[in-house]
């Protein structure tokens, strides 16, 4: 990842500060009190909810309702070795800064940990955590009442993270609080594999269309053929520091082909994190493709042989001006990677 995200805390974080307390009364189902709507008296704006919903005939209110309620019955089941163990999960699963850094007290859980342990909570579970976030419960009424909407929070959040280009590949416009239409939000951690952690705002980021639709899809970040690895935290307070080099190997600096284009990335020291991000979002085929565009990489060369010099200026100049805008403005323009690779056409002797 190019820049982490700034966390924008936003009214909508109260969903998951409602499945928090939903998860609190599900832990306490063993030898509690059989199932009803005053076991979530302890926080008023939620029992509001489930009081609208539980008289509404929306199929959003019945499904919220309704597995809360089954799965209530399904926990008051369960030993107390197993409460302990998926209160662990849901824990890990919604500590994503844990998550990325691959810290070994943290324990992660996908759906297919829960099923070997009850089947029908595996489920359940599912259907519950993926109907979370769509339109069916996050429009309801009584719920908007309480949170507001994802388009507020999405003009709230670029209002903040304004760089207008997708942090995790950097080449791809991003739509602003100027724009109708919205990004968007990427689960890091896949909803369709990881329970828990859907509506918390920590593990959903927006990202464009390239990185979330095209290529990382439903890749886990988190493991990679059943081992686990560290990733890029899209929060994170410290910057990725990535540093990118480009090798050229032609003659024809117009005609370079991606077989042509080396890529070597670093510090050495956030190797791991370089990895899962290169898998997630196939950067090494979108980078070296950008270098070999018309318009893009071989425009590039053209600027720098042809547009520059006709001015009496040199290469150097233009090399000088353009790191100097890296340093400033690495997103704009792709000038993070257009340095790195007019760099590397120079090492192979183009100007």
Known sequence: ML?????????????????????????AAPGGAPYSLDLFNGNAELREVMDAFDVSDAYGADLFNGHV?????????????EIAQISSWYSGNNDLE?????????????????????????????????????ERVLGLAALKEKIGDIKDHYKSFVAVNNEGKCPFCGLSDMKSENHEKREAYDHFLPQALYPFNTVNFRNLAPTCH???????????????????RKSFYPYSAIPSGLEITITINSNDFQKISVDEIALEYGPVAKSEE?????????????Y???????????YWIVQILDEWTIDGR????????LARHA?????????????????????????
């Not at 089954?70 to 070795?81: D, H, R």
């Not at 690495?330 to 183009?350: H, I, M, R, V, Y």
């Open 69 to 81: 309620q089954q799965i209530y019955e399904i926990f008051a089941t369960l030993t107390a070795g």
């Open 3 to 27: 820049c982490p995200y700034q966390f924008v805390p936003h009214q909508m974080d109260r969903m998951h500060e409602f499945i928090d307390c939903i998860f609190g009364v599900w832990c």
């Open 274 to 286: 370089i990895d899962t991000w290169r898998d997630l979002y196939s950067i090494d085929e979108r």
């Open 327 to 351: 340093a400033r403005s690495p997103l704009a323009d792709s000038n993070f990677l257009k340095k790195t690779f007019l760099e590397g056409c120079k090492n192979a002797g183009a100007f």
């Open 210 to 228: 390239e990185c979330n639709t095209t290529y990382k899809l439903a890749k886990d970040p988190a493991i990679r053929n059943g081992v686990r």
């Open 288 to 298: 070296k493709a950008k270098c070999c565009g018309t318009n893009d990489g071989k």
């Open 314 to 321: 040199l290469p150097q100049d233009y090399l000088d001006t």
């Open 98 to 134: 844990a998550v990325c850094a691959n810290d070994p007290t943290n324990q992660i859980a996908r759906y297919a940990d829960i099923k070997a342990m009850n089947e029908g909570l595996a489920e359940l579970l599912g259907e519950f955590f993926k109907a979370l976030y769509s």
